[in-house]
C-alpha cells in the first residue's frame, strides 16, 4: 500500500489522494512518518462493506446451524434481557 504524507496532502489536496490510488485500492495517510489514515475509492469502501455482511451473514447461518439461537416474542426477549441485567448488577 502505497503512504501519502499528510504534508503533501494539504499542499496537494484531493489531487494527492487520487495520484496514490492511481492503480491500487487503497492508501495510507502517514503523519509525522507514522501511519494513521486509510483512504480508498467509494468502489473499494463498498466492496469492504459487503465482504463485512457477507461475513456477518455466514456466521448467522452458522449460528443457525450449531442451535446458538433463541427463539422468543419482543416481550420475551425484554423480559430476559431485564433478568440478565439484574443478575449482572446482583454479581
Known sequence: ?????????????I??????????????????GKVR???MSMAQYHY???CELDAALT???????????VKETAAEHLERME???SDDAAN
Open 1 to 13: 500500500m502505497n503512504q501519502l504524507a499528510a504534508n503533501n496532502l494539504k499542499v496537494r489536496g
Open 15 to 32: 489531487s494527492a489522494i487520487e495520484e496514490v490510488l492511481t492503480g491500487q485500492p487503497e492508501a495510507a495517510i502517514s503523519v509525522r
Open 37 to 39: 489514515f486509510v483512504v
Open 48 to 50: 469492504l462493506r459487503e
Open 59 to 69: 456466521q448467522s447461518r452458522a449460528d443457525l446451524a450449531a442451535g446458538r439461537t
Open 83 to 85: 433478568q440478565l441485567l
